[in-house]
């Protein structure tokens, strides 16, 4: 598996070189080839044109994911998924949007919510055989009556960097990262306008983002000054849902009806393509722009109160079009999930990105309870694990999260 087209100079050459000119310059030179001068000569040479100095800590993570957006993208951790459950399902989850995560993948899905959901605890390593390179979130998601909203907070981890002058006496520590945060809101058009068939939701949702960056100390650059910048874009999204009731007595359980449910669901993530600028010369920087499309058919069978459904099986698929910088062939996502009285969850998908050249499968499972409180109440946990497939020296990047809720 590949990742990176043919090119003259590979994202992972430019890498090694970019860090061997910098071990190389003194940390006080400010003569007309400084380290900070030296470092965007390179980073304008690679074939993504992003400053590269900690790419080489990235490439097993973009090999498992959806690589060549984030590798075109000055924040690549936003396009890492947060939660361990659509790591499962493949990343084919823009039309199920449900639960805290919602935010992330479909603003929309934020109407479609009811009650509360938080996700107290998530870490993808980028790295698993280095300590340091991983992305933690939080999350939490609310709604009630057609009316929703959410927040999401990530940070990305590059681990620790080490700089050296040319006798290889170590200059300085530091560790790079990236925040992105998320504040969202959506409607539910059918409940609180149109007032049409119960059985439909059509919900539409934004999400205000802001990014934060900072990838060197100051005694990294020629002036002095910490190379970060900050930036903000917003995600546009729209879902429908048509849940239809199955009344036969067969499927009857002791709770709600059983069910049939048709979701369609589309994201345009930093719709405006803004830029971002973090170095000293004030170059901008693509912080990219994507479309995703998706839909999924999911169905819940014998509702045995106080537990779940017996059995609720959810299949999904998704299509990505990378936008911005650059345009390319789309990427194709699947995803099935089976799910036994809301407790145990096994999961399967398949991830096809010509553009990236990426062809893998995932596995995951989930294993928690939902359990009905009264008429009307239903509170829950699960812990979700995904096994994302990384470069082979690196092995398997192991996704977790708890995520918690209460419905009412």
Not at 128 to 139: F, H, Q, S
Not at 284 to 306: F, I, T
Not at 339 to 345: D, E, F, M, R, W
Not at 364 to 373: I, N
Request: with cysteine; net charge negative.
């Amino acid at each position: 598996m590949h990742l990176y087209k043919s090119s003259a100079c590979s994202p992972r050459q430019s890498t090694v070189a970019l860090l061997a000119t910098v071990s190389d310059v003194p940390a006080n030179s400010d003569g007309p080839l400084s380290r900070s001068t030296r470092i965007d000569q390179l980073s304008r040479n690679t074939t993504r044109g992003r400053l590269t100095i900690l790419l080489s800590a990235l490439l097993p993570a973009l090999l498992a994911s959806n690589g060549w957006a984030a590798l075109n993208s000055a924040i690549p951790s936003q396009w890492f998924p947060p939660d361990a459950r659509s790591q499962g399902l493949g990343r084919a989850y823009t039309a199920i949007a449900e639960g805290p995560s919602a935010i992330w993948w479909n603003p929309a899905g934020l109407a479609l919510i009811d009650g509360l959901h938080g996700t107290p605890y998530a870490r993808f390593p980028l790295q698993p055989a280095v300590d340091g390179y991983e992305i933690g979130a939080l999350e939490l998601s609310g709604g009630r009556n057609g009316l929703g909203f959410g927040a999401h907070l990530h940070r990305m981890d590059y681990g620790r960097s080490e700089f050296r002058d040319e006798t290889g006496r170590t200059l300085g520590r530091f560790e790079p990262y990236e925040y992105v945060g998320l504040l969202g809101g959506a409607i539910d058009l059918n409940q609180r306008a149109i007032h049409g068939s119960p059985a439909l939701a059509l919900g539409v949702g934004a999400n205000l983002k802001m990014f934060h960056t900072k990838l060197a100390p100051a005694r990294l650059a020629a002036n002095h000054r910490d190379w970060e910048g900050t930036s903000w874009d917003l995600d546009l999204g729209g879902l429908a849902a048509y849940k239809m009731p199955l009344h036969a007595p067969a499927l009857t359980g002791k709770g709600r009806d059983s069910f049939v449910e048709l979701r369609g669901g589309a994201t345009l993530h930093n719709a405006l393509a803004r830029e971002i600028s973090y170095l000293e010369d004030g170059a901008k920087h693509s912080l990219g722009r994507e479309l995703r499309a998706g839909a999924a058919v999911r169905a819940g069978v014998m509702d045995l109160a106080p537990l779940s459904y017996l059995v609720e099986a959810t299949v999904s698929a998704e299509r990505n079009w990378e936008l911005e910088p650059v345009s390319g062939t789309p990427g194709d996502f699947y995803g099935v999930e089976m799910t036994l009285l809301g407790i145990a969850s096994l999961r399967h998908g398949w991830v096809r990105d010509d553009e990236g050249q990426t062809h893998d499968t995932i596995t995951g499972y989930g294993v928690g309870c939902d359990v009905q409180m009264d008429e009307h109440r239903r509170v829950g946990f699960r812990y979700d694990f995904a096994s994302v497939p990384s470069a082979n020296e690196f092995g398997e990047a192991d996704a977790r999260t708890v995520s918690v809720w209460m419905t009412w």
